[in-house]
């Protein structure tokens, strides 16, 4: 049989990391949940020490996920260990993840540590967070930028204290694809024990090849884990995309001759469900998940997919979980259906009056709008699920003026608490006149980062816009997400929605220590 390769989803803690991608307990839980449905083996869930709003995330997932392996991440000291074991406490299967870092530049500039120092800490928190669970990954932090024989003293030690994963991160998106791979060889060669442990691959993009380095570790080096992310979601140019690297280990099973366990018709959801909350927009022409990946437009290449398909496709667009916008329901539709094509979309609502208030919504849309897609009913969800779980702002009505040669006017009323607050004001255009109405009554002073409207589903102008706010204010960076088919409505729901989570206070410290 097949070799298995382990697929490590950090989405939910070094794609958080991402600038503007933090994540609330519940959206964490949701993106979880679905990470489970996709079959990933593990779920890099939260670094716990790092706030108690990520103890609470990584507590509460590892209490629900039965499928995966839920892993929470630790520096190498006691406190974050333990940290990361209690919030693991009681999960049906867990791991602890620990990061030192052992490259000349880290250990002397950020550690201000020897070597010798580096090697004891790394030997005694492996031995102390073994003592503590039988699952522990250890990372040697800018791993590939480190020098090999020191490399090699450190990771014979940490296995011999027990660590079951030894993971080689690409910490800055350094390395060639050849060359990574030979580095992760050649420890594996020379570490005596080297076979006790998975050997993993962690790699970011800086260079556009983390996929090309994560799978050069695998075929050259030998390893059998791969940590990756949904959208390739991340620091600076982001990780590993999961999404990529599954399907071209699926599609080249030739050559790589691995199994994986991925349900690979969950990628699509997941990739916007990630999308959605994150306000990370997916590129049109991103390989499996843009919305161009499976469309073709050259005639030559249309009339060879309809002859045979394979002239052109390399996978299959259902094979990935697209579902070519699909028009599911309409005015007609009723809360059976509505509620079948949640389960399909693999939706889960809480109890039967959360479906009740999305399947009102749905109603409204649908007198709105004749055509409901899986797209739009994904996205009111989704602004359903923000507005109950911030709700301490919200759009009650927005009236807007505007004409050629006028300069435009809103009138905006929404709710703060217990509290229903009216404003206007104008603006250059409809969208800045409604957002400045809600800024004179809440003079919040949060600068605006990123304003972008995406169409929900294509080629109509009938679609929903889902406009995403990204907010900065004191040092906290959020982002806001907002559906509607008006425009201007979407953007005030997305502003509102930006201002629930400056205001929900979420702590969060850097994750990297
Ligand atoms: O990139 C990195 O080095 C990390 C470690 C914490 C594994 O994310
Ligand atoms: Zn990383």
Known sequence: MADKLIVFDTTLRDGEQSPGASMTRDEKMRIARQLERLKVDVIEAGFPASSNGDFEAVRAIANAIKD?????????????ISRAADALKGGHRTRVHLFLATSPLHMEKKLRMTPDQVYEQARLSTRFARNLTGDVEFSPEDGYRSEPDFLCRVLEAVIAEGATTINIPDTVGYAIPELYGEFIRNLRERIPNSGKAVWSVHCHNDLGMAVANSLAGVKIGGARQIECTINGLGERAGNCSLEEIVMAVKTRKDYFGLELGIDTTQIVPVSRLVSQTTGFVVQPNKAVVGANAFAHASGIHQDGVLKARDTYEIMRAEDVGWSANKIVLGKLSGRNAFKQRLVELGIEMESEADINTAFLRFKELADRKS?????????????????????????????????????????????????????????????????????????????????SVNAITSGSTESQGEVTVRLQHAGRVVNGVGADPDIVVASAKAYLSALNKLHSKVERVAAQG
Not at 68 to 80: I, P
């Open 371 to 451: 055509e409901i897609f899986d797209e739009d009913i994904l996205a009111l969800v989704m602004d359903e699920a923000v507005v109950t779980e911030h709700e301490h702002y919200r759009l009650l009505s927005l009236a807007q003026h505007s004409e050629t040669g006028e300069r435009p006017h809103a009138k905006v009323a929404f709710a703060a608490g217990d509290a229903e607050i009216h404003a206007e004001s104008d603006g250059n255009g409809p969208v800045d006149a409604s957002l400045r109405a809600i800024e004179s009554k809440l003079a919040t002073g949060a600068e605006m980062l990123l304003y």
């Open 68 to 80: 995966s392996t839920v892993c929470g991440l630790a520096r190498a000291n006691d406190r974050d």
